[in-house]
């Protein structure tokens, strides 16, 4: 069993633009009651993997901070949030996209991508943290759009599907490989 424990990262800043994307915006880890809280939740000993952002380094370091013991991070560009292209720094009510309402996940922002296309780029790396960590505990600290291209791939639904998760900041998704078959053992937890 290879145990995946997705973590999404802190909160964005209050002052962080409405579409953050793959926009290197920081975190608000001011208040240290939610990483205690989740550091007497996650692992020790556990594999650390993040996607090189500074708000998944600061919800870390706030982790380091309350007390989890946690190795350097892995950095895996490939759980990236979805790039929003010209989008990113904009409101949702700022953009003129009724394509992209009929169809999220196959619409391309301009200059982006879709999300289908981050579940493309998330299988892969996914199936390589499992390769070469079989049997450990993981703890991926990312994107709600990278965390629910991996519930995509354990539930085996489509990416227009997965668009229905709602994943909160500070959440954990758990996520059990047993050979070849996912287990979800928690969204949002």
């Known amino acids: ?18 579409i953050t994307g793959q926009l290197d915006v920081a975190a608000d880890t001011s208040d240290p009651a939610p990483f205690t809280a989740l550091a007497h939740r996650l692992p020790t000993g556990a594999v650390l993997v993040e996607s090189g952002w500074i708000r998944c380094r600061q919800t870390a370091e706030a982790l380091r901070q309350a007390g989890l013991e946690l190795p350097e991070p892995e950095l895996l560009p490939a759980l990236a949030e979805q790039s929003f292209g010209s989008w990113q720094g904009r409101s949702w009510n700022g953009i003129d996209a ?28 996914l199936l390589s943290l499992s390769r070469r960590h079989v049997g450990r505990d993981i703890v991926v600290i990312a994107h709600a759009g990278s965390i629910r291209a991996a519930l995509a791939i354990a539930l085996g639904i489509s990416s227009a599907a997965a668009l229905q998760f709602a994943i909160q900041p500070l959440s954990l998704t758990r996520l059990t490989l047993i050979g070849e078959n996912w287990r979800v053992e928690m969204v949002n937890g």
């Not at 290879?2 to 964005?12: C, G, I, Q, S």
């Not at 009724?98 to 790396?125: C, H, K």
């Open 1 to 18: 069993m290879t145990r995946f424990w997705w973590l999404r990262h802190a909160p964005v800043v209050a002052s962080a633009p409405g």
């Open 98 to 125: 009724p394509g992209f309402w009929r169809a999220p996940a196959t619409t391309v922002p301009p200059g982006g991508e879709s999300f289908s296309s981050v579940v493309t780029r998330v299988g892969p790396a």
